[in-house]
């Protein structure tokens, strides 16, 4: 146990450090754009236009000074002062003075920049906390480099999956505030298993709800790309996803998350019983065969139905979508059992989208949330015995988690 203990330490410690990487790579291009924004402001036109108005201000771009680093709080940044020539007043930048090299403003409000969810209205508030309030921003400037990251997010989105195989797809709704809804807004993430054991985040669109249509929409676009069924889906409790994949991948199997299921019985259970309870239905998810599984299960029914009954229907319930993952391989059901793979990253970025608080457009929060998980998605760890997912594509079957018949021929249909 307290091995274990060390081992998500270090798991969680290394997630913050590629978050704190991304802060700091994305805080060093705002910087660059920025002063690039700015000398479009001076100039009154952006690069590689010509003067043509009679009283445009005279000056030319003339290419870059020497790279200055600059101290935040997020690490060191580098950028490089755009330079001018022909013009008639020097061009002196607000956002990197000349001789500055740190400063306690730039380290605290750029990661409110970030924090904000590029939300246009923050942004320039926190802008011209940053710069004053003579700031050269216009609102298109600001726009500009507010649509950056929805380029970047939009091309990704319509990018080819032509030729990835995945054996396993994980799905789960995150939820934000945005704008003045009463509700929080989801934004549904996909993430897939391919061929080789890596995992790679494969879609992450913003949803009014985690509706049948919603999912079923972001699944169709999937497959609209090139994205082949995958094997298995492994979800929450919620109907919204099982109904998609079962109009869009009829042929994919159901894993329920584990988690989840154990967290809504405890949820109908008294105080008094939680502890008790929780060492009954801990060991049932890491049972070596399913029928220690259902024994343990019945033990905790035999237990608690006549004190908690809807404890023991909520455990019942849907159980044969919870026992999936014993028709894989059973080095892959750590990986099966739960959405953790979705949720482990998501915690961490929780602390960035709870502390924004609230986003003026939900797909705001879906590009910063991208961005991120795009980032963490570089430290995540391949699947266990990899070699095992070339039998699990080809449809084999296992039992307990074991291989138990290898037909000639036999191939999952496209």
């Given at each position: 146990?307290?091995?274990?203990?060390?081992?998500?330490?270090?798991?969680?410690?290394?997630?913050?450090?590629?978050?704190?990487?991304?802060?700091?790579?994305?805080?060093?291009?705002?910087?660059?754009?920025?002063?690039e924004?700015?000398?479009?402001?001076?100039?009154?036109?952006?690069?590689?236009?010509?003067?043509?108005?009679?009283?445009?201000?005279?000056?030319?771009?003339?290419?870059?000074?020497?790279?200055?680093?600059?101290?935040?709080?997020?690490?060191?940044?580098?950028?490089?002062?755009?330079?001018?020539?022909?013009?008639?007043?020097?061009?002196?930048?607000?956002?990197?003075?000349?001789?500055?090299?740190?400063?306690?403003?730039?380290?605290?409000?750029?990661?409110?920049?970030?924090?904000?969810?590029?939300?246009?209205?923050?942004?320039?508030?926190?802008?011209?906390?940053?710069?004053?309030?003579?700031a050269p921003?216009?609102?298109?400037?600001?726009?500009?480099?507010?649509?950056?990251?929805?380029?970047?997010?939009?091309?990704?989105?319509?990018r080819?999956?032509?030729?990835?195989?995945?054996?396993?797809?994980?799905?789960?709704?995150?939820?934000?505030?945005?704008?003045?809804?009463?509700?929080?807004?989801?934004?549904?993430?996909?993430?897939?298993?391919?061929?080789?054991?890596?995992?790679?985040?494969?879609?992450?669109?913003?949803?009014?709800?985690?509706?049948?249509?919603?999912?079923?929409?972001?699944?169709?676009?999937?497959?609209?790309?090139?994205?082949?069924?995958?094997?298995?889906?492994v979800?929450?409790g919620?109907?919204?996803?099982?109904?998609?994949?079962?109009?869009?991948?009829?042929?994919?199997?159901?894993?329920?998350?584990?988690?989840?299921?154990?967290?809504?019985?405890?949820?109908?259970?008294?105080?008094?019983?939680?502890?008790?309870?929780?060492?009954?239905?801990?060991?049932i998810?890491?049972?070596?065969?399913?029928?220690?599984?259902?024994?343990?299960?019945?033990?905790?029914?035999?237990?608690?139905?006549?004190?908690?009954?809807?404890?023991?229907?909520?455990?019942?319930?849907?159980?044969?979508?919870?026992?999936?993952?014993?028709?894989?391989?059973?080095?892959?059901?750590?990986?099966?059992?739960?959405?953790?793979?979705?949720?482990?990253?998501?915690?961490?970025?929780?602390?960035?989208?709870?502390?924004?608080?609230?986003?003026?457009?939900?797909?705001?929060?879906?590009?910063?949330?991208w961005?991120?998980?795009?980032?963490?998605?570089?430290?995540?760890?391949?699947?266990?015995?990899?070699?095992?997912?070339?039998?699990?594509?080809?449809?084999?079957?296992?039992?307990?988690?074991?291989?138990?018949m290898?037909?000639?021929?036999?191939?999952?249909?496209?």
């Amino acid at each position: 146990m307290k091995k274990s203990t060390q081992g998500d330490a270090t798991a969680s410690s290394s997630r913050f450090e590629a978050l704190e990487v991304l802060a700091r790579e994305q805080i060093q291009q705002w910087l660059q754009r920025m002063l690039e924004e700015e000398l479009t402001a001076f100039l009154g036109r952006p690069k590689s236009e010509r003067r043509t108005q009679v009283d445009a201000k005279p000056g030319y771009r003339n290419g870059h000074g020497k790279e200055r680093r600059l101290a935040t709080s997020m690490g060191t940044v580098r950028v490089r002062r755009p330079r001018v020539r022909g013009s008639e007043e020097p061009f002196e930048s607000k956002v990197l003075p000349l001789f500055v090299r740190r400063t306690k403003q730039v380290g605290a409000l750029l990661p409110t920049l970030y924090l904000h969810g590029l939300a246009l209205g923050d942004f320039e508030l926190a802008l011209r906390g940053l710069l004053g309030e003579g700031a050269p921003l216009s609102k298109t400037s600001l726009e500009r480099l507010k649509a950056g990251w929805q380029q970047e997010h939009a091309a990704w989105s319509r990018r080819s999956l032509v030729g990835k195989e995945v054996a396993y797809v994980w799905a789960d709704g995150v939820y934000v505030k945005a704008g003045l809804e009463k509700e929080k807004a989801a934004v549904l993430v996909l993430m897939g298993a391919l061929r080789d054991g890596t995992k790679e985040v494969l879609a992450l669109v913003s949803g009014h709800r985690e509706s049948e249509e919603s999912w079923a929409e972001a699944l169709r676009d999937l497959k609209k790309r090139g994205l082949e069924e995958p094997r298995l889906v492994v979800a929450d409790g919620h109907l919204g996803i099982w109904g998609a994949v079962a109009r869009v991948w009829p042929q994919a199997e159901h894993q329920r998350c584990f988690n989840h299921k154990l967290r809504n019985v405890l949820d109908k259970l008294p105080k008094k019983e939680l502890e008790a309870a929780r060492a009954l239905l801990k060991p049932i998810p890491y049972a070596a065969t399913r029928a220690e599984a259902e024994a343990l299960r019945d033990a905790f029914v035999a237990e608690y139905q006549p004190k908690a009954p809807k404890a023991t229907a909520c455990l019942l319930d849907d159980w044969e979508r919870l026992v999936t993952y014993y028709r894989f391989p059973k080095e892959h059901w750590k990986h099966l059992r739960t959405t953790n793979i979705i949720e482990s990253p998501f915690a961490s970025l929780r602390l960035r989208t709870d502390a924004a608080k609230r986003f003026r457009k939900v797909e705001n929060a879906t590009v910063l949330l991208w961005k991120l998980l795009l980032v963490a998605q570089k430290s995540f760890r391949k699947l266990d015995a990899a070699e095992h997912l070339r039998d699990v594509l080809a449809g084999r079957t296992y039992e307990d988690g074991n291989l138990v018949m290898l037909p000639q021929g036999t191939r999952r249909a496209a």
